[in-house]
């Protein structure tokens, strides 16, 4: 096994709108994980979204019509030494709130694969609430069965 591959960091956070953030240095410093998921963004896509050394995977909630802003989102950035190792299952959800990754065992010298869910779970009083908990339990059954 890599030595490299012995430790992975990984953080998450709910950063409540991206904004200004990007332009704050205490917050970019914060960002020095591995793999840095980003809860409700609030962005509608993650082109304009670029830290180098990282590369960018992105889940965007659709905008109401009536919304000013967009809600939601999930962004996770992965150094580059290390994306080759991971797949986004796009497939795995249909959910806005999850987006799923699978870090490959022979990359990572594990004995199996390791699945990664970056998962926002809205206040059950919201629209955006869809069983959320019981169809994420379901989503983790399927990866075994």
């Known amino acids: 096994m890599n030595r490299i591959h012995k430790k992975l960091s990984i953080s998450s956070w709910n950063v409540h709108g991206l904004g200004d953030k990007m332009k704050d240095p ?21 082109e304009d979204f670029k830290i ?15 919304a000013k802003r967009h809600s939601g989102g999930i962004i996770v950035m992965i150094k580059k030494q290390f994306y080759k190792g991971i797949t986004y ?11 799923w990754l ?8 594990l004995k199996q694969d390791l699945y990664l869910c970056a998962v926002y779970i809205p206040p059950f009083s919201l629209a955006h609430y869809d069983s959320d908990l019981e169809n994420l339990e379901n989503e983790i059954s399927s990866f075994f069965y």
Do not use: C, H, P
């Open 26 to 46: 205490m917050f970019l410093d914060f960002l020095n994980k591995d793999i840095n998921i980003l809860l409700e963004t609030w962005k509608g896509g993650s």
């Open 52 to 66: 180098e050394g990282y590369n960018i995977i992105s889940k965007v909630r659709k905008k109401t019509k009536k």
């Open 89 to 99: 299952l796009k497939d795995a959800t249909s959910s806005q709130n999850r987006l």
């Open 102 to 109: 699978k870090l490959d065992k022979y990359f990572f010298g």
